[in-house]
């Protein structure tokens, strides 16, 4: 991988951490660290290229919490997941040549 495409990558995951630690949808980040979802934030950004609407998007990040932590929290805090998302992938073309 050449130095640009891991720059980019690094880019398109601290945004997607922002993201999701805004969220926080286990109510961890004061007490972990902005560290804590990385698991969660590393698969998010490997499924991002996948999703075509913001729907989706929101789904698969859902999908994903449940998964790592048996339970999505409030449904709630996903309200605007797909938008700020959405956001991220079409800023890193990469992410949309999948």
């Known amino acids: 991988m050449n130095k640009a495409i891991k720059e980019d990558y690094k880019e ?7 993201v ?8 961890l980040i004061e007490f972990c660290g902005p560290e804590e ?13 996948e999703c075509g609407t ?7 990040v859902i ?14 805090f996903y309200s605007n997941v797909g938008q700020d998302l959405m956001k991220v992938k079409n800023s ?3 992410l949309n040549s999948r």
């Open 12 to 18: 398109a995951f601290l945004q997607v951490r922002q």
């Open 20 to 27: 999701i630690n805004s969220i926080d949808p286990m109510g």
């Open 92 to 94: 890193h073309t990469w």
């Open 54 to 60: 913001e729907e989706e998007i929101r789904a698969m």
């Open 37 to 49: 979802y990385d698991a969660e934030v590393s698969e998010i950004l490997s499924k991002l290229g």
């Open 63 to 76: 999908q994903v919490i449940t998964k790592w932590f048996d339970d999505p929290g409030n449904i709630n």
